[in-house]
């Protein structure tokens, strides 16, 4: 999930999407990760799309939205970093971590750095509880992650190469 | 004839650098002109020892650990590949490790030891044995297996697995479900992502087994959004199952059919509730259902439904292929069987540690845990998840057993054990389980949507030092409204963790002026 979704709005493939999944029981969820994952974020135009696919109010789908955590309506930015704020990684100093990193980026959880870089957001448990504190960026996890790793690995997403889609 | 080495592939593995490695492995072996077939296996779970090289030898498996790429010269020029080598990483058969030796893997036999995605390989260490079994026998037959067993669901509420399948066996309905619960939300906790990640076909295969049982022939695992890479071996294997007609309408030429399907979660913790995961398989906010109706009656779709977590779903392939008894002589009491703890937190040895119930607490923390990570005191640790009471030095010997931490307020839940260090500051703890719930709640009842709100705030109150007694008492207050009055264990346990602070730490409540545990916890 390293943000294909830089991509923009496109209309045709959203369609593509839902009428594939659209006949699926209990198709919205699968629906709403497949929009994330191509867009990176659920645009209020897929909103649009969606409902009258599966005979639903518009605002049932933003119901569905707003209550997870994971997805998101608003454009983040290129990389999407998580730190998880749970128990085992406070016992091995996520609080001493989440403060550093909210003072370095210059954000707070939820928000994203004014380069476009790096979207801050927490999480609860990445499943690494022995080798906190753990962060996720994408589809990788890293571990055992300090100020001074935390800001090397700020640093490499900020000078990787951006793709062209 | 070449050598053949494994490198680890799970999350933390990989989190600690083990593709990298293997990449290095495979470049220098090619450099030096070194015959090194380089195989993924999952883990040991064996977390200090991360990345845990392996090698074959006619004598078992040699270990070196923890690897780093830095280390690899001198591996090579001590032909590691040979095994019994002179080397500081070396550990000698990993099979001999005491941490490893002194486990009873019932379930996690072939975690670390196989290729997670080798049908080849899970068919080599016994695998579809058990389903084999089962499509010979009539379902009551395989229920009352599991019955025998005195298997209990592991998710953490510990209802008996056997009762649970026989309500959905006995409910006539056209249409019933196999429904894993991977949502393995709580803090401490991945042995659900291990079993997924490293031995993902033993996951199908008691799910078979369970929809076999009940006469149901969809199955649906709702994986957790924060295990990516659980979904990304699941599918692989669900495919590779389809492809050798383990799954799909003619298992193994029995015409018996299965079907099976991952659903991906969305960040929200209370989708670990049975009733609010099944709203959020349906596709709609993960709202909680009052019971009853059971989900066994009226679950997926209004249909009967079996709700298991994983590890529930994983012994079964075990019961089935060498039977109740051999599950049953594991255990202590009610507990029958083996639980994966685990050991997370500030632990010097953290892993995966599946002990037959009975030893203590203590000894799975220090026998195995070796204690904290740095080295200081250990003062608290939270057994069960978020949910679960913190345990103070005085109950640390409690048995690990279900009804032996009931007795003292305490829960075994899922068996993840978070250790903490003497600076800890437990006012902050109780405060955080709150926090959570006020994050997590889904909204549906009082007690917990507004009561962890005023939590927060209370305990806010308290650590200012205002009217410490009084809010003390409100503290008291709330919680025993959370427990009495919410619809399910979100907003009905939250306070264990909160309540077990304040009897056993109340001096943290009281005095906390002189902590500082931000700056005080960037040592460790």
């Not at chain 1, 990193?101 to 928000?111: E, I, S």
């Not at chain 1, 800001?151 to 190469?161: C, F, G, P, Q, Y």
């Not at chain 2, 037959?141 to 959905?168: C, H, N, Y």
Request: aromatic share 8%; proline share 5%.
């Amino acid at each position: 999930m390293t943000m294909p979704g830089s991509a923009g709005w496109e209309p045709t493939a959203a369609q593509a999407i839902i009428d594939q999944l659209k006949s699926k029981p209990g198709a919205l969820l699968p629906i709403l990760h497949a929009i994330q994952d191509r867009f990176s974020y659920i645009p209020e135009e897929a909103v649009a799309l969606i409902a009258p696919a599966l005979k639903l109010t518009r605002a049932e789908v933003h119901g569905v939205i707003s209550f997870y955590h994971h997805f998101r309506t608003h454009q983040p930015g290129r990389h999407v970093v998580e730190i998880c704020r749970a128990e085992a990684c406070q016992a091995q100093g996520v609080r001493a971590l989440e403060a550093h990193a909210k003072a370095t980026l210059g954000v707070d959880y939820h928000q994203t750095t004014a380069d476009r870089t790096v979207t801050l957001e927490p999480v609860y448990c990445l499943g690494n509880c022995a080798c906190g504190p753990s962060v996720r960026v994408g589809d990788e996890i890293h571990a055992h992650v300090d100020a001074q790793a935390f800001d090397a690995l700020v640093e490499s997403l900020k000078t990787e190469r951006v793709e062209v889609q | 004839m070449g050598y053949r080495v494994h490198v680890p592939s799970d999350t933390t593995a990989k989190a600690l650098g083990a593709d990298r490695l293997a990449r290095a492995i495979e470049a220098l072996a090619e450099e030096m002109g070194d015959d090194l077939e380089i195989r993924r296996n999952g883990t040991r779970a064996l977390y200090w020892l991360e990345p845990l090289v392996e090698v074959d030898t006619p004598e078992g498996r040699y270990g070196f650990g923890p690897v780093k790429e830095s280390d690899l010269e001198s591996l090579f020029a001590a032909e590691f590949w040979k095994g019994k080598v002179d080397h500081p990483l070396a550990l000698g058969l990993v099979e001999e490790i005491p941490y490893l030796k002194r486990q009873e893997r019932l379930t996690f036999a072939r975690a670390g030891v196989t290729d997670p995605l080798s049908l080849e390989d899970y068919r080599a260490h016994d695998g579809f044995k058990g389903l084999e079994n089962a499509l010979a026998l009539n379902p009551q037959v395989i229920v009352d297996m599991v019955k025998e067993s005195g298997l209990r669901g592991r998710g953490g509420a510990a209802f008996p697995t056997g009762i649970k399948w026989q309500t959905v066996l006995n409910a006539p309905a056209d249409q019933k479900y196999i429904v894993c619960n991977a949502d393995e939300g709580d803090s401490g906790t991945f042995a659900d992502r291990l079993v997924m990640e490293c031995d993902p076909f033993m996951l199908i295969e008691g799910m078979t087994i369970a929809g076999l049982a009940v006469g149901a022939t969809q199955g649906y695992i709702y994986l957790r959004s924060e295990y990516p890479l659980a979904n990304t071996n699941l599918n692989a294997a669900i495919e590779t199952a389809y492809a050798n007609n383990l799954l799909g309408e003619d298992i193994l030429g029995s015409g018996q059919r299965f079907d099976l399907e991952v659903r991906v979660g969305a960040g929200a913790y209370i989708c670990g509730e049975e009733t609010s995961l099944l709203e959020s398989l349906e596709g709609k906010r993960g709202l909680v259902r009052a019971k009853p109706p059971l989900p066994a009656i009226v679950g997926l779709f209004g249909q009967p439904t079996v709700v298991n977590n994983v590890l529930s779903l994983a012994a079964v392939p075990f019961i089935l292929d060498k039977g109740a008894k051999a599950y049953a002589d594991c255990g202590m009491g009610r507990s029958r069987g083996t639980l994966p703890f685990q050991l997370a937190g500030n632990v010097k040895q953290g892993g995966l540690v599946e002990l037959a119930f009975g030893p203590s607490l203590r000894e799975l923390m220090f026998e195995f845990g070796g204690g904290t990570r740095n080295g200081r005191p250990l003062r608290a640790v939270q057994v069960g998840g978020p949910l679960g009471a913190y345990l103070p030095e005085s109950q640390w010997d409690t048995q690990l057993d279900y009804e032996e931490f009931a007795k003292v307020g305490a829960v075994l839940g899922h068996g993840g054990v978070v250790m903490f260090d003497d600076r800890v500051d437990m006012g902050e703890q109780a405060r955080f389980s709150m926090e959570f719930c006020v994050a997590e709640s889904c909204g549906k009842c009082t007690p917990c949507r507004i009561g962890s709100t005023r939590g927060v705030e209370v305990i806010d109150r308290i650590r200012a030092g205002e009217n410490v007694e009084g809010n003390l008492e409100l503290l008291s207050d709330l919680c025993e409204t959370m427990v009495d009055g919410s619809l399910c264990a979100m907003g009905g346990m939250t306070p264990f963790p909160v309540q077990s602070a304040m009897k056993h730490f109340g001096e943290d409540f009281t005095n906390t002026s002189t902590k500082d545990s931000t700056s005080a916890l960037e040592e460790v």
